[in-house]
């Protein structure tokens, strides 16, 4: 058996990541936790080898340009619950045919509450709350 796979192709991304957290001590009321965190894609571009023309993928098959995640925490003793707000920019998609479809932008909110112990740990998520997306673009 002989092996000859060689990659050719390249890849250029650039963007940037941001991520913000503040807690704040409530006293005996617990403790809240804000954080922020965003994803912006600058460049993605790629060749798929040497003699190719370079494809900009930008806002392409899932690379969105913005994807952001806005929540907030609060605990207290052994119980903590938050919110979580998931963003994602739009983009299109080739379903195969040739022809680009659009999808818009979305915002998905989901919901946690735990309990932690010493030595177990509960905990429940509920994803997408509103049973469906909203669309924002």
């Given at each position: 058996?002989?092996?000859?796979?060689?990659?050719?192709?390249?890849?250029?991304?650039?963007g940037?990541?941001?991520?913000?957290?503040?807690?704040?001590?409530?006293?005996?009321a617990?403790?809240?936790?804000?954080?922020?965190?965003?994803?912006?894609?600058?460049?993605?571009?790629?060749?798929?080898t040497?003699?190719?023309?370079d494809?900009?993928?930008?806002?392409?098959?899932?690379?969105?340009?913005?994807?952001?995640?806005?929540?907030?925490?609060?605990?207290?003793?052994?119980?903590?619950?938050?919110?979580?707000?998931?963003?994602?920019?739009?983009?299109?998609y080739d379903?195969?045919?040739?022809?680009l479809?659009?999808?818009?932008?979305?915002?998905v909110?989901?919901?946690t509450?735990a309990?932690?112990?010493?030595?177990?740990e509960?905990l429940?998520?509920?994803?997408?709350?509103?049973?469906?997306s909203?669309?924002?673009?």
């Open positions: 058996l002989r092996d000859t796979y060689v990659n050719l192709a390249e890849r250029d991304v650039r940037a990541d941001l991520e913000l957290r503040y807690r704040l001590a409530t006293g005996g617990g403790t809240l936790t804000l954080n922020a965190t965003a994803s912006y894609l600058d460049r993605f571009v790629e060749r798929v040497p003699d190719s023309a494809e900009d993928k930008i806002g392409l098959d899932g690379r969105s340009r913005l994807r952001a995640n806005f929540g907030a925490t609060w605990q207290r003793g052994h119980w903590q619950t938050g919110i979580n707000v998931r963003f994602i920019g739009g983009y299109r379903p195969g045919d040739g022809d479809k659009q999808i818009p932008s979305w915002t909110f989901d919901l509450a309990w932690r112990g010493e030595r177990d509960l429940l998520v509920v994803r997408n709350v509103a049973a469906g909203i669309a924002t673009g």
